[in-house]
Structures are given as structure tokens and as C-alpha cells.
């Protein structure tokens, strides 16, 4: 047996250093739970960052409510102002119009 131990291999240039491979390793489960969460959380709340695409079942009658509604209202203005909500529709695009005071 000699007496002199044997020599270490040399590591790589490019290896982590152990702290960051415990470090990786130890923050995977704390991701993981993160992320859950997150999940989770976008599922059962109604209201966040994107909303679904999806319809609800009564938009089509809240709609047809707010249209009868609108049209109602729309015949109680009088001729003038049913004329000026017209043009002010038909030239909504024009630059002109938007910055004159007829339009505000």
C-alpha cells in the first residue's frame, strides 16, 4: 500500500459548483407548488389576466335587453339630435371632423 493518496480528478471548467446543483435541485419542488397554484387559481376564478373566450348563456338575451333598450331611448331624443348622432356616426374616421367642435 503507498502511502500517498490518489489524485483527485480535476473537474470540468464548465461544471457547476455544488451550491448551484443543491440549490437547482431544492428549488424544483418550490416551482412545482408555484406553479400548481397557479393553475389552480386561474382555473376557478372568473376574472384575470385573459379572459375566456367563452360566451355565457345569457349574453344573447342581455344583448337583445341593451338593444331594445338603446332603440328606446334613441326614439326619445328629438329630430336635431338624431341628426347630429348620424353625422357624428358616419364621420367617426374622418380627422377633420374628430377635431372640430361638432364632434365633441
Known amino acids: ?3 500517498r493518496s490518489e489524485p483527485r480528478p480535476a473537474r470540468f471548467a464548465l461544471d457547476p459548483p455544488l451550491i448551484l446543483t443543491m ?5 424544483m419542488p418550490v416551482a412545482l407548488l408555484a406553479l400548481g397554484a397557479w393553475m389552480l387559481s386561474s382555473l376557478t376564478s372568473q376574472s384575470g389576466f385573459v379572459m ?3 360566451t355565457p348563456r345569457g349574453s ?3 344583448m337583445r335587453g341593451f ?4 332603440y328606446a331611448w334613441k326614439e326619445t331624443l328629438s329630430s ?4 347630429l348622432l348620424l353625422k357624428q356616426a ?3 374616421f374622418n380627422k377633420k371632423f374628430r377635431a372640430s367642435d361638432e364632434f365633441k
Do not use: L, P, W, Y
Open 67 to 70: 338593444k331594445d333598450d338603446f
Open 52 to 54: 375566456n373566450s367563452a
Open 1 to 3: 500500500a503507498s502511502s
Open 80 to 83: 336635431e339630435d338624431q341628426a
Open 90 to 92: 358616419q364621420n367617426e
Open 23 to 27: 440549490t437547482r435541485s431544492s428549488m
Open 60 to 62: 344573447k338575451v342581455a
